[in-house]
């Protein structure tokens, strides 16, 4: 009975939303018209009118895939209810339930499983500070361009017009920016105030670190994320696969077709919001640059950070590594969320342990600078400074194998080339294996 209700609710909303909208937005022109013939609204009326149109479009995509889900009620109901939990459920369980220094392998594909070794935290942590501490203070940085850019934004927005091209545009963007960020400042305190009330939670350096990258790395610009293919292949194919482990198979394409269609959507709008950024900074083409005031340089800035921040460096190389050892079972099953659930709960751990050495401080600062490069040398154990075995033979012995010169000369290396090599292996002075023959039994370049 109660999906009954919930799908009689989704599909009244689809068929709702469209009049009730209509009749909202007339209202709003009635009360809220800048002028007395009603042409266009005024900038309250229009961030209200933003809202409702990001209340509505919210919602009505919310509906659609709930009614698509609920049509769908009948079909491997066993697996969505043993398994369909929610990324912050699975982010509980990896987190409470596991141990990352014993038996527990976060990684089957890494030597070590993922385990955690204080010895190599500590000198990560205690090595790489004062870099650390300029990073933070970039990222700190980044969060006040952003936020102040806005907020410049904001005030320089021209006055309503009813035919200047882009005019209302401009304000649309600029509240929903503002809209956003005010969501992630919001949730930033949130944290702090949790971390405040509650001390226990030792992994709120990590929660921390998120939170302030997300307001650091803001920008409607972002959308523009949505037009890659490679991103829209990747998100309708997780789709796909979640619609064929937790409901009805053959409904897979159009579950897929429908997450592309709305990601193309969102990305057409990005292409908009970048129109209107242009505007933004239209006085570099009036005032010459000796001219510009500090307002105009900060938003010239935060522009600059906008493009930057559409696709985040180290963010991306994060996600390279997460993509790489997640499954693609695990991935679908715990909510295809960005970071995995897996990697939420492992990052919180990382932070608890460096936290009950070094101080909720200290652990703060690693987690809002970890980088790819962390990542590696956290999960793969290796001696930085110490040869590969294939190197070394490369360098020393492959050339002069009479079989592997053999086969060099057969994938069509030239038999000059190959002497060439081979000369340079057995150099006197210069040659790498009178080098390492030098160092008896090699180990560290600093040696």
């Known amino acids: 009975t109660w999906r009954w209700v919930k799908l009689a609710g989704a599909a009244g909303w689809l068929l709702a939303a469209a009049p009730l909208y209509l009749f909202i937005l007339q209202q709003i022109y009635r009360l809220g018209q800048d002028s007395a013939d009603g ?5 309250k009326a229009l961030c209200l009118d933003c809202c409702v149109k990001i209340f509505f479009f919210m919602t009505v995509w919310q509906a659609a895939m709930d009614l698509l889900v609920l049509a769908q009620h009948g079909s491997n109901q066993a697996a969505r209810h043993a398994l369909m939990l929610g990324p912050e459920k699975y982010e509980d369980l990896y987190y409470f339930f596991t141990n990352h220094e014993r038996e527990d392998d976060f990684f089957p594909c890494l030597v ?3 385990r955690l070794h204080w010895k190599e935290l500590v000198e990560v942590v205690r090595k790489d500070r004062v870099m650390r501490l300029l990073k933070l203070i970039g990222l700190l940085g980044r969060v006040a361009v952003t936020t102040g850019g806005m907020i410049l934004n904001l005030r320089a927005l021209p006055e309503r017009h009813p035919t200047k091209p882009l005019n209302q545009a401009r304000y649309y963007v600029v509240y929903l920016e503002l809209i956003v960020l005010g969501w992630y400042w919001t949730m930033l305190l949130y944290r702090l105030l949790q971390w405040i ?6 992994y709120m350096g990590a929660v921390l670190a998120d939170a302030a990258r997300d307001i650091a790395s803001w920008s409607s610009m972002q959308l523009l994320r949505n037009l890659s293919m490679s991103r829209l292949a ?3 194919e997780r789709v796909m696969k979640e619609c064929k ?8 394409y159009i579950m897929g077709l429908i997450e592309a269609v709305g990601y193309i959507t969102s990305g057409l709008f990005g292409v908009a919001v970048l129109a209107v950024k242009a505007t933004q900074i239209d006085f570099v083409s009036v005032h010459m640059m000796s001219a510009y005031s500090m307002g105009e340089w900060l938003r010239l800035v935060s522009f600059t950070m906008s493009m930057v921040n559409i696709f985040d460096i180290d963010t991306e190389n994060r996600r390279a590594v997460q993509e790489f050892l997640t499954s693609d079972y695990e991935q679908v099953v715990t909510g295809m969320q960005w970071p995995p659930a897996i990697f939420v709960a492992w990052e919180r751990t990382l932070a608890s342990l460096v936290a009950a050495k070094e101080g909720f401080w200290t652990s703060f600062l690693l987690m809002a600078t970890i980088s790819g490069k962390d ?8 001696d930085p400074e110490e040869c590969p075995v294939l190197l070394k033979e490369l360098l020393t012995q492959h050339p002069l194998s009479a079989e592997r010169s053999a086969a060099a000369l057969k994938k069509g290396m030239k038999a000059e080339e190959l002497e060439k090599i081979q000369n340079w292996v057995l150099a006197e002075e210069g040659g790498p294996r009178r080098y390492f023959n030098s160092l008896g039994a090699y180990t560290k370049l600093s040696a």
Do not use: H
């Open 245 to 252: 482990y937790f409901f009805a198979p053959s409904m897979q």
């Open 112 to 114: 070590g499983g993922g």
């Open 234 to 236: 990747q998100r309708s």
């Open 197 to 202: 009330v509650d001390t226990k939670l030792s």
């Open 39 to 43: 042409r266009f609204l005024g900038p």
């Open 375 to 382: 990542y590696k040398r956290f999960l793969i154990e290796e």
